[in-house]
């Protein structure tokens, strides 16, 4: 099955940015989406940004303007730049696949911990 490493996480000041990347590897292909979701400490996980294989991307209104995400098939990877940081942004991100053959399955990687604060 395909597993996912997340990295780049940490403790950022307000206004600053970090970028988040997400390595998958095992049986890499049939990929229809990569994309990061967030849950902050007694909410719900929402979708940050996602890509699809033909690189349309989506992302959340609250973040809209500041994140952005690519993705290099070649490296299996996808990643997150995350500018003009908020304390609201503080949440664990996480890195989510979508493969859609042989079988529709969703892998999600384990977290990485993003901090806002002075």
């Known amino acids: 099955q395909v597993q996912l490493v997340e990295s780049g996480g940490g403790l950022v000041q307000p206004g600053g940015s970090l970028r988040l990347s997400c390595e998958a590897s095992?049986?890499?292909?049939?990929?229809?989406?990569m994309g990061w979701y967030r849950q902050a400490p007694g909410k719900q996980r929402e979708l940050v940004a996602g890509?699809?294989?033909?690189?349309?991307?989506n992302s959340g209104d609250s973040v809209k303007g500041r994140f952005s995400i690519s993705r290099d098939d070649a490296e299996s990877t996808v990643s997150l730049q995350i500018d003009n940081l908020k304390p609201e942004d503080t949440a664990v991100y996480y890195c989510?696949?979508?493969?859609?053959?042989?079988?529709?399955?969703?892998?999600w990687g384990q977290g990485t911990q993003v901090t806002v604060s002075s």
């Open positions: 095992g049986p890499v292909y049939s990929i229809a989406f």
């Open positions: 890509i699809t294989s033909s690189g349309e991307t």
């Open positions: 989510n696949v979508l493969q859609n053959y042989p079988t529709r399955v969703n892998y």
